[in-house]
């Protein structure tokens, strides 16, 4: 790869042969005044904002809760193209990132060097399903998170509706999570990003929050049902489920062998949110919902399918289809490094279920963004593949491309 400066564009050649690309993953690296600059005077001083602490700056929210690591651009990716090493947690500085990490325009010349022609965009900051601020104020959080979505309905827009952030939502509040997912959608947000373990908080007035397979969140899923905005379930979008990750390398481990074991079974986390929707009956009532499993990888998916299917038969407990085809009708789910078994496993999880992503500019991800087509998908047809690349994000996420 040839170096890239401040503003010249990539110089790889796309890998991709003229096919559309759609990378359901990737992130956005937020500029240190992206909350400061559109706050309302009373909230100016409490959104977050890069400080001084210590001689060191961070990330602070309500003027002296910690949140992120540091004050990175939690990128890999540096200005010369060069990748940091899997292993850390911060990414690099903020000074030193690839400015496509954070700014519109040289994002997308990286999309057009490599040849993609769209993306899909989470958050870094407040976290993936928006919990990294839950010990603030929920009046705090929920503007924090109404400033984030403004700040991303303009970066869709500066894009040349090229990237599509997924929007924030206050989960501990249904009837707010109801209003924001709307005011998303008429702001022309594709999808909604959420915690999937709300049972492990509380809500405003302090009360237990029930999990997802309550009544209680009937009227969130019929408005994303109604809406036909997907839910999008990423790996660590749970306090919990990043604990549990963090937790699993042994002490004695190096920062890389604890972040390749904890990581790992990070991807499998979405499967306890996966299988608990689908034995949960919400389906039934809302048949048309689409969930997305972001970054968790696809090997796992056609063992938890057959298991679930074998597990059902030894008991009385009754759904009105197979757990495996809630899986498939309902769920979508995405790749970047699988390559053995990925053909094999795309047909059992269903072609028109899978695609493909980058996580750029995480490390760990796909850098450059390439791929062998011919290799990588031997065994699928000239259709399917148009499906995982670009085809099925198109229609799960309804993009105007």
């Given at each position: 790869m040839n170096a890239l400066t401040q503003t010249g564009p990539l110089s790889v050649k796309s890998s991709f042969g003229?096919?559309?690309?759609?990378?359901?993953?990737?992130?956005?690296?937020?500029?240190?005044d992206l909350w400061t600059k559109r706050a309302p005077s009373k909230y100016k001083a409490k959104v977050p904002q890069v400080v001084e602490v210590n001689g060191q700056l961070r990330w602070m929210i309500d003027e002296t809760h910690s949140i992120?690591?540091?004050?990175?651009?939690?990128?890999?990716?540096?200005?010369?193209?060069?990748?940091?090493?899997?292993?850390?947690?911060s990414g690099i500085p903020f000074a030193e990132a690839l400015p496509?990490?954070?700014?519109?325009?040289?994002?997308?010349?990286?999309?057009?060097?490599?040849?993609?022609?769209?993306?899909?965009?989470?958050?870094?900051?407040?976290?993936?399903?928006?919990?990294?601020?839950?010990?603030?104020?929920?009046?705090?959080?929920?503007?924090?998170?109404?400033?984030?979505n403004d700040a991303m309905a303009e970066f869709q827009e500066e894009s040349g509706r090229r990237i599509f952030p997924m929007a924030l939502v206050p989960w501990w509040d249904c009837k707010a999570m109801v209003e924001e997912t709307r005011r998303a959608h008429e702001m022309g947000l594709r999808g909604v990003t959420t915690n999937p373990e709300p049972f492990e908080h509380v809500d405003a007035d302090g009360k237990p929050l029930p999990d997802l397979g309550h009544r209680h969140w009937d009227p969130f899923w019929e408005v994303c049902q109604s809406l036909d905005m997907p839910v999008n379930f990423h790996i660590g979008a749970s306090?919990?489920?990043?604990?549990?990750?963090?937790?699993?390398?042994?002490?004695?481990?190096?920062?890389?062998?604890?972040?390749?074991?904890?990581?790992?079974?990070?991807?499998?986390?979405?499967a306890s949110t996966m299988g608990n929707i689908v034995f949960s009956g919400l389906l039934d009532r809302y048949p048309k919902l689409k969930f997305v499993s972001v970054e968790s990888g696809l090997g796992w998916i056609p063992f938890v399918m057959e298991t679930w299917d074998y597990q059902i038969t030894q008991s009385s407990f009754k759904l009105q289809r197979a757990p495996s085809e809630y899986v498939r009708h309902n769920f979508h789910t995405m790749f970047w490094y699988e390559r053995e078994n990925l053909c094999r496993d795309i047909k059992k999880v269903g072609v028109d279920n899978v695609m493909f992503?980058?996580?750029?500019?995480?490390?760990?991800?796909?850098?450059?963004?390439?791929?062998?087509?011919?290799?990588?998908?031997?065994?699928?047809?000239?259709?399917?593949i148009a499906k995982v690349l670009s085809g099925n994000a198109v229609r799960v996420y309804n993009l105007p491309i």
């Open positions: 003229g096919r559309k690309v759609v990378d359901a993953d990737t992130h956005f690296s937020e500029p240190f992120g690591y540091g004050a990175s651009s939690s990128s890999a990716i540096r200005k010369d193209g060069s990748r940091a090493e899997l292993g850390g947690t496509a990490c954070f700014d519109a325009k040289a994002r997308v010349a990286v999309m057009d060097a490599c040849g993609v022609t769209a993306q899909i965009a989470y958050p870094n900051l407040l976290g993936f399903g928006s919990t990294s601020a839950n010990k603030v104020d929920p009046a705090i959080r929920a503007i924090s998170m109404q400033i984030y306090a919990a489920s990043i604990d549990w990750g963090a937790s699993k390398g042994w002490p004695s481990a190096p920062p890389f062998v604890r972040t390749a074991v904890g990581g790992t079974l990070l991807f499998l986390s979405n992503e980058t996580d750029f500019p995480h490390p760990g991800g796909l850098w450059p963004i390439s791929i062998d087509v011919a290799s990588a998908f031997a065994g699928l047809e000239e259709a399917e």
